[in-house]
């Protein structure tokens, strides 16, 4: 649903709400739908989103290294370290020193991480991903300045932004 056709008459009560109030629903509808993702991914394929989402690349771009992996998902290395210590340790993916610089691996999704993602639902990079993706550059920019300042008022770490969100939620 594209964000000019949500309606306000579409939420229980909105039409009668607070903006402020309309906005708060419109964040549960997202979150909500994000969370539902998840839940289905994980009833599905067995893995938690970022796994999956990590799966996908690994099996899109094979022989990866861990600090590419990190910065096509936008995650910290660390995270991106564990993402790939889990996915080893459960057979799905390979990890091999290859090449000339033997300190870092080469990452190969395994048969197992291949019937995962046969089995796991669409997108793999999630729903909220795929939706930005979807959108106009032009309502990109105007979210991203808004959301910039709910982000100011709010205080929060800006660290925080590569964090999963599969695992926030």
Do not use: Y
Not at 4 to 33: C, H, M, Y
Not at 68 to 96: F, P
Not at 146 to 165: C, N
């Amino acid at each position: 649903m594209s964000s000019s056709s949500f309606s306000s008459k579409q939420t229980d009560g909105a039409e009668t709400a607070a903006p402020e109030t309309r906005v708060l629903r419109q964040f549960r509808i997202v979150f909500n739908s994000v969370k539902t993702h998840f839940r289905q991914v994980e009833r599905e394929a067995g893995v938690g989103g970022a796994q999956l989402w990590a799966l996908s690349v690994i099996e899109r771009r094979p022989g990866i290294g861990v600090t590419e992996l990190s910065r096509e998902l936008d995650i910290h290395q660390s995270t991106a370290s564990n993402l790939i210590k889990s996915l080893t340790e459960r057979g799905m993916v390979t990890a091999a020193r290859e090449g000339l610089d033997r300190r870092s691996v080469s990452l190969r999704i395994a048969a197992e991480g291949e019937a995962v993602l046969k089995s796991a639902p669409m997108p793999f990079a999630g729903v909220l991903p795929d939706a930005l993706s979807s959108l106009d550059p032009a309502t990109l920019e105007r979210m991203e300045q808004d959301l910039g300042a709910l982000i100011a008022l709010l205080e929060a770490d800006p660290s925080s932004a590569k964090l999963l969100l599969s695992q926030q939620l």
